[in-house]
């Protein structure tokens, strides 16, 4: 498995990969999706944000519903996945979060699936079309949050990137074996590119990445840097509040000692004006 081999020979095997996300969804082959290029057609949008609480049904006619997670999906989710392909560089795993290698090895093996089951001169055949529905479908399933079950015959609900990357799944022209839509069956890392996740192990999630982003390279860019949050440095004190978690500085020594004649001058006059063993005489 790739994904292994990755750990054994990374130099050889984690070569960099470049791939735009949001090209491969506006070169979707919707025309060849037949019935099911609604449930692609939305990602043509580099704003598309479809892995939510969704449904699909497949009965007298094709029919789905697409929710989303607010964090658009070419540009941010699979934005990050693509930079984390594109780097071998790239490595939290000393704090504890993803690296290059652990992103490579899963989209690989997640593709290799595809190709295994389907055969080669299959697969060879299905790519020059469907290439980008592949490279999309994979990376949903490689960020792998959510969950997808077919709720009786020819309906079916899901969620999260997983969800709907087995859904995309449905869209290919050809006959899949049933393991292929096994969720569980793929190498997934939602702990470190899902929404929740946190990919450079900074304790800002993906999520607070992109709140605290402008736009989708500063939530890329910040959530692969342990120093940003979005496009908040977070070196240096910068990003806290005015003043917050400062101490008051000392007084220097001159001016502690100025104070403390002016009390003592004050305290003598008060006693002075206001002695306190003279009473007042009352009247008679």
């Not at 984690?14 to 990602?43: K, Q, R």
């Not at 449904?55 to 984390?84: I, R, Y």
């Not at 299959?122 to 479908?137: Q, R």
């Not at 899902?194 to 402008?214: K, T, V």
């Amino acid at each position: 498995m790739a994904f292994l081999a990755c750990f054994i020979a990374p130099a050889a095997l984690c070569a960099p990969v470049s791939i735009d996300f949001c090209e491969s969804a506006a070169n979707l082959p919707l025309p060849y999706m037949n019935e099911f290029a609604p449930l692609a057609s939305p990602l043509v949008s580099p704003l598309a944000d479809l892995n939510g609480e969704s449904s699909m049904q497949n009965l007298a006619e094709f029919t789905c519903e697409l929710g989303g997670n607010a964090l658009p999906d070419c540009s941010c989710e699979l934005g990050l996945v693509a930079a984390l392909l594109a780097d071998s560089e790239l490595d939290f795993t000393g704090a504890g979060g993803v690296s290059h290698q652990m992103v490579y090895g899963a989209f690989i093996s997640n593709r290799q699936m595809l190709k295994d089951f389907l055969g080669v001169n299959t697969y060879a055949a299905l790519m020059p079309i469907f290439e980008p529905v592949v490279d999309l479908a994979f990376a949903y399933l490689t960020i792998g949050d959510g969950t997808f079950e077919e709720v009786q015959p020819g309906e079916y609900v899901f969620s999260g990137s997983g969800g709907y990357g087995i859904a995309l799944l449905h869209t290919l022209p050809v006959a899949l074996d049933p393991q292929l839509f096994d969720i569980g069956a793929y190498q997934k890392l939602p702990g470190y590119l899902s929404p929740y996740g946190d990919a450079d192990a900074d304790g800002y999630s993906n999520s607070d990445e992109f709140i605290a982003s402008d736009n989708p390279a500063d939530f890329v860019a910040g959530a692969l840097d342990a120093s940003f949050r979005g496009s908040e440095s977070l070196t240096s004190g910068e990003g806290e509040g005015e003043g917050e978690g400062e101490e008051d500085p000392a007084l220097p020594a001159a001016t502690t000692l100025t104070a403390v004649l002016l009390f003592s001058i004050y305290a003598l006059l008060g006693i002075l004006l206001h002695p306190r063993g003279r009473r007042k005489k009352k009247p008679r």
